[in-house]
Each structure stands twice: as structure tokens, then as C-alpha cells.
């Protein structure tokens, strides 16, 4: 599963993966179509980092709807500047910037 990006499509969720008393917490993002403690998109030790990795599909999304949005922004520097940095947020999360 698979995007024509290469990434895991979203939605993601965080599920607890490892909650023991004698290891330490291991959040998983997951696909809901998938069996979380068998297969993550990544586990992090921290619950606001998986919280906001699983984010990224819908970020990914908001922005590319900006990107290729038409608005009426007033003034046009604004949108502009908006625009650039949409751009490139898009390709960093595509792996298209150094």
C-alpha cells in the first residue's frame, strides 16, 4: 500500500505499541487498514511526535490544495509568500528538497 508518492496514504493513527512497566513507550503511527503492532509507518518513543507525524498525510493534502488553489488574496505578496513556503513544505515531505 503504497501512494504514486511513495509513501503510506493516509489516514494514519497512533496506537500504544509497547506498554510495559520494565520498557518504555512505544507509540506506532499506523494505516487504519493495516494490524498496528505488526506493521507501522514508524514508532516513536514519543506521543506528541507520532501525534504529529500522523498528521502528515492531511498536511500533505491541505497544502497541496493551496498550492494549486485560485484565490482572490489581498494583497498578492501575502498569498505569494504563502504560496512559496506551501511549496515548499510539499517538497520536503516528497523528498524533492535537499
Same mark, same amino acid.
Given at each position: 500500500m503504497v501512494s504514486d ?8 493513527? +497512533? ?9 518504555? %513507550?512505544?507509540?506506532? +503511527? ?6 498496528? &503492532? =505488526?506493521?507501522?509507518?514508524? &514508532? +516513536? ?13 492531511? %498536511?500533505?493534502?491541505? %497544502?497541496?490544495k493551496i498550492v494549486a488553489? &485560485?484565490? &482572490? ?7 505569494? =509568500?504563502?504560496?512559496? +513556503? =506551501?511549496?515548499?513544505? %510539499?517538497? *520536503? =515531505? *516528497?523528498?524533492?528538497?535537499?
Amino acid at each position: 500500500m503504497v501512494s504514486d508518492d511513495g509513501w503510506t496514504p493516509g489516514p494514519w493513527h +497512533v496506537e500504544t505499541i509497547v506498554e510495559d512497566e520494565d520498557e518504555p %513507550l512505544i507509540y506506532g +503511527v499506523c494505516h487504519p487498514a493495516t494490524v498496528c &503492532n =505488526a506493521t507501522t509507518v514508524c &514508532n +516513536v518513543f514519543s506521543q506528541a511526535d507520532a501525534r504529529l507525524i500522523a498528521t502528515a498525510p492531511e %498536511l500533505v493534502e491541505a %497544502l497541496e490544495k493551496i498550492v494549486a488553489g &485560485n484565490f &482572490n488574496c489581498s494583497p498578492h505578496q501575502r498569498f505569494t =509568500a504563502a504560496q512559496g +513556503v =506551501a511549496e515548499r513544505a %510539499l517538497a *520536503k =515531505a *516528497k523528498g524533492q528538497s535537499s
